[in-house]
């Protein structure tokens, strides 16, 4: 049976090997190739497509990235089955997606041909998670809370805008709050969410959706860099 895919990914040269993996299956038709979030979804409008092969990390899109494009792929194409692909590390990353319904991750650290079992997997509604991202999930948890207490609106502002990137300085001058309250707020935010470095805010944020995956890329602090 013909299987139609899209590929998305913002890096010209893993755009084309991806698509010339796939063109190889005789069974499988590349109906477009995108590079952000916007010609993706632009793709989806116009062409049938059974499954989106869908980079973690594409900057400039209208619809954005990481987590939020996902959930919104779900919501606007609830037929069309997704694989990500990422270079993501963060086991509460990993699990984010798969909570947003995306039982098919492949790591860009994994052998390409990965992805045309993946592709299979997806279009039969089934699970599957490459190698390196098994052995990623299988490690202990970084420690965030499950049922840990609400954040305040401003402590949820803090951890905001320290995911982008911005210093407790830059932030203070932004929300007119001293660099003392900020640090207090992003302290007692930590706390509850059971968050030791200040690396977990970053897979914190990306997971929970409070910032794009590009915007972590562009810090250089996140598990990611560039590359989702």
Not at 182 to 190: E, G, N, V, Y
Request: aromatic share 4%; proline share 5%; glycine share 8%.
């Amino acid at each position: 049976m013909t299987l139609t895919v899209v590929v998305a990914d913002d890096h010209p040269v893993l755009l084309t090997g991806m698509q010339m993996l796939l063109a190889k299956d005789p069974d499988i038709v590349i109906a477009g190739l995108a590079s952000n979030s916007s010609e993706l979804v632009d793709l989806l409008d116009a062409t049938p497509v059974d499954v989106a092969v869908c980079d973690f990390t594409m900057p400039n899109g209208r619809h954005g990235d990481g987590v939020a494009l996902l959930r919104f792929l779900q919501r606007r194409f609830p037929a069309l089955r997704l694989v990500v692909l990422t270079g993501m590390e963060s086991p509460l990353v990993l699990r984010s997606i798969q909570s947003a319904g995306v039982g098919c991750i492949v790591s860009k650290s994994d052998p390409w041909q990965q992805l045309v079992p993946a592709v299979r997997a997806a279009q039969a509604d089934a699970a599957f998670v490459s190698p390196e991202i098994r052995r990623l999930l299988a490690q202990a948890p970084d420690g965030v809370q499950q049922n840990a207490p609400a954040l305040s609106k401003r402590e949820t502002e803090v951890l905001r805008m320290f995911a982008e990137g911005l210093t407790l300085m830059e932030i203070a001058e932004r929300v007119g709050r001293s660099r003392k309250t900020l640090s207090t707020q992003k302290m007692a935010a930590m706390r509850k969410l059971g968050l030791q470095r200040d690396a977990d805010i970053f897979d914190y944020a990306l997971s929970h959706g409070l910032v794009q995956a590009s915007q972590i890329g562009r810090t250089g602090t996140g598990s990611d860099g560039a590359s989702g």
